[in-house]
């Protein structure tokens, strides 16, 4: 079954540096996100991307976030001065159909200290 | 605003036991569903979905409920085995590509 697949695993930074987690969707899809769990809490939306665009984006996703798909594969999310309160699970997803049938992937955990 | 929440944050049921698990969404706009399950350390994995249009929809030994007069959706697990125990979240897509999710319950299943 294909599967969206994040690197690293886990990213330990410090504070005020530039952290870049990569996505590889999967092969077919259209359409890509980006969404965020701290620890113990809910599930949140960042940011979606469709055609080489932001389509959506949350008021989380604010100006030190940023996301590329810098060639046919991989899609990144870059946080330009990373703080404390980044620390979250990052999820990757992708998706065929706008909003239909996503596919998660297992996540970077980001720890900033 | 726009708020998907459970009704129940822990769940503790025997292995072999049916389990259900609430949801509670705000947005009339939302016209499709989803159950995410989370196994500690993994993403979201997809279990069942559900479009509006519906108001049940069955899987294998999952079944969906959608009461769009109560905004309330339901997630009932036949013969609750311990490989189900896990964080259950519901999500709802209001429009666009964004899903809007639940805080999730927590399923442990006692053998």
């Known amino acids: 079954e294909p599967e969206v697949t994040q690197t690293p695993s886990h990213q330990v930074t410090q504070m005020g540096q530039e952290v870049i987690l990569r996505c590889v969707p999967i092969s077919n899809h259209l359409y890509f996100y980006w969404y965020r769990q701290i620890l113990g809490q809910k599930v949140e939306f960042l940011v979606s991307f469709y055609n080489n665009e932001i389509s959506e984006k949350s008021e989380i996703f604010d100006d030190q976030f940023s996301v590329e798909r810098p060639d046919g594969s991989n899609f990144t999310l870059k946080i330009r001065s990373t703080k404390l309160e980044d620390s979250a699970m990052y999820f990757c997803?992708?998706?065929?159909?706008?909003?239909?049938?996503?596919?998660f992937g297992s996540g970077t955990r980001l720890t900033v200290v | 605003g726009e708020s998907v929440g459970l009704h129940l944050p822990t769940l503790s049921v025997q292995e072999g036991d049916n389990s259900i698990i609430n949801c509670a969404y705000s947005n009339s706009a939302s016209d499709y569903f989803i159950w995410y399950k989370q196994e500690s350390g993994k993403g979201p994995q997809f279990i069942i979905d559900i479009r509006s249009n519906m108001d049940k929809r069955q899987g294998q030994r999952v079944t969906v409920l959608l009461n769009k007069t109560v905004k309330h959706l339901s997630l009932q697990i036949a013969a609750t085995q311990p490989g189900d125990s896990a964080v259950y979240f519901c999500a709802e897509n209001p429009q666009g590509g964004k899903l809007i999710f639940g805080q999730g319950t927590e399923l442990s299943v006692k053998p």
């Open positions: 997803a992708s998706s065929e159909v706008m909003g239909r049938g996503y596919t």
